[in-house]
Structures are given as structure tokens and as C-alpha cells.
């Protein structure tokens, strides 16, 4: 018996060893949080000021091409992981997911600063929904799918609520996905992934015109912009992923857990309603519920109502 026919009968052994293996996971999401909205930032930066240059090297000599130095290179493996205050490297024992954080008592090993404790919460949380989905899907290739999704709406979860972004760089290889998933398709394939393909086709297009119509007839009639474009395309990748039939459900769920956060928010802290509440973790909560419960929620909606008879 091979380790992987072991995993494939003990679901609690499954289950614990992705939980394991997504604390890692989570650590490196932290890097991706932290460090992608800089790099596109630096990335807008870097072609605004090549269009200027060029501009400015026109009118002040036609034919010269103004030479600027090469930027140090800045992405999600370099450099390496540092104190944001001293700049004094991590080492590898340092950056034990979780338990570096606690042996350390949440400060930096070389400056003492206090460490957010964000990038333990990430960590495991990321560890926990992971263990979820294993628990759920068990041991087939739809569970390695739903791992993938689950990563992604935890990075652009933290990403939105820092910068109010959901990067193309997430959401356009979401939805790409789960079109190709779809090809996969089988009736005897574990709901809702992967979707029949016509049914990913429909809720891909329906999931973005859904939420597009939305956002322009709130700019029409309050001439303000309700959410932005990243919104369409993860719920145009939800659609893809699980088919149109669960988008009424993901946009019921992330429009009541909005609403009744954003009336928590103004009366608790007394928030300016004119403030922006990003969308986005709403709308990754209530997808990530879908995928794992989608079809008996709905299911038993139907019951209750005497709508499946």
C-alpha cells in the first residue's frame, strides 16, 4: 500500500496533512499579499514614466532615446523576506508559519519590533478552509482544484481589503481555469466542480454582466462608482467555476454579509457612509461557501419551499 492509497482512505490523515502543508502555503500567500500590489504598482510607475520620457525626449531632441538605469529587481522570490523596520534578513527558522511567530512573541528577532499579527492569521487561516475543503472533497483531483480557488480568494480577500484591488493577475487565471475545468466534466463527478461546459460558458458571461449591469446603474443613477472591475471578473470566475446556477446564491450571500457588515461598521464605529467598503471579501466568502456547500443549501431551499416537487 503506497502512501497515496493511505491519504485516500483515512480522510482524517488527509485532512491533517493538508492542513499542514497549507501553513506553508499561507506563509507564502503572505508574500504574495504583501508584495503584488507594489509590484503593479511599480509596474504602472515604471510605464507612466517610460511614456513621459519618450514624450520629453521628443520635444527636447527628436531620435534620442533618454537611457535610464535598470531597476533592482523586486517580485514574489526576490529579494529575500526582511524586516520591514531594520531590514535585517529572516532566516529560515525564523519563518516557521505560525509557531516562529509565537517562540518569538510576535517581534522581530533582530530589532524587537512587534510583528502584524496578520501574517500568523493568514497563515492559519489559510490552513484551516484548506483542511475544510479536504474534509469535504476527500481524495480526488476536484479537491486539488478547490485548493487552488481557495488560495486565491484568500490573497485577494487581504489584497482588497488593504488596497480595494482585485489584481487581473488572480482573477483573469480564475476564471480561465475554471472554463478548462470544465472540460472535465462528468455526471458522476462531486458537485459543483467542475461545471458542464455549456453551463461554465453561460455563467462566466453571466457572472460579469451581472455585476457590470449593476455597477452602471448605480453610476447612472447616483453618478458614483458601487464596485469595481475586479468584482465582475471574480464572479464571472465563480460562474465559471460552479456554472450560472449558483450565482444567485454567491451574490444573495456576499450582498447580506455586505449589507449587514457595512450597517455593523456605521453604527458600531460610526463609519462615514461616503467610505468605500470593498466588495471583495464578501463576494470570495460567499464563493467559497458555494464550493462547498452550494448545491445542498440550494437543495434545501428548494425542499423547504416545495419548489423541487
Known amino acids: 500500500m503506497t502512501v497515496f492509497d493511505v491519504l485516500a482512505s483515512t480522510p482524517g490523515l488527509l485532512t491533517g496533512s493538508v492542513f499542514l502543508l497549507s501553513l506553508l502555503v499561507g506563509s507564502f500567500l503572505n508574500v504574495v499579499i504583501h508584495r503584488l500590489p507594489l509590484m503593479l504598482d511599480r509596474q504602472w510607475r515604471s510605464q507612466a514614466e517610460e511614456m513621459l520620457a519618450e514624450d520629453t525626449a521628443a520635444m527636447a531632441a527628436p531620435g534620442l532615446v533618454a537611457h535610464k538605469p535598470q531597476p533592482v529587481p523586486y517580485n514574489l522570490l526576490t529579494p529575500r523576506s526582511a524586516c520591514p523596520h531594520c531590514n535585517a534578513a529572516i532566516k529560515a527558522h525564523q519563518n516557521v508559519p505560525v509557531l516562529s511567530y509565537l517562540l518569538l512573541g510576535g517581534k522581530c528577532a533582530n530589532c524587537g519590533t512587534r510583528i502584524s499579527a496578520r501574517y500568523p492569521i493568514v497563515e492559519l487561516g489559510t490552513a484551516i478552509l484548506s483542511a475544510a475543503v479536504a474534509w ?73 454582466l451581472t455585476l457590470w449591469s449593476v455597477y452602471w446603474a448605480f453610476k447612472l443613477l447616483t453618478g458614483k462608482e458601487g464596485m469595481g472591475y475586479g468584482d465582475f471578473k471574480l464572479f464571472g470566475a465563480f460562474g465559471a467555476w460552479m456554472g450560472w446556477q449558483m450565482l444567485p446564491l454567491i451574490l444573495l450571500l456576499s450582498a447580506f454579509a455586505g449589507a449587514v457588515i457595512g450597517i455593523a461598521l456605521i453604527l458600531v464605529r460610526g463609519r462615514d457612509r461616503n467610505i468605500p467598503i470593498p466588495f471583495g471579501p464578501y463576494l470570495a466568502a460567499a464563493g467559497w461557501i458555494a464550493l462547498l456547500w452550494g448545491p445542498q443549501i440550494v437543495g434545501g431551499y428548494l425542499s423547504m419551499s416545495g419548489l423541487d416537487r
Open 136 to 208: 469535504r472533497f476527500g481524495w480526488q483531483w476536484q479537491c486539488l482544484a478547490a485548493l487552488v480557488f481557495t488560495w486565491a480568494l484568500v490573497a485577494l480577500t487581504v489584497i482588497d481589503l488593504d488596497h480595494q484591488i482585485l489584481p487581473d493577475v488572480i482573477t483573469l487565471p480564475l476564471l480561465w481555469l475554471g472554463l478548462l475545468l470544465s472540460l472535465a466534466w462528468h455526471a458522476s463527478l462531486q458537485p459543483p466542480i467542475p461545471a458542464y461546459p455549456a453551463s461554465a460558458i453561460i455563467g462566466g458571461a453571466a457572472g460579469y
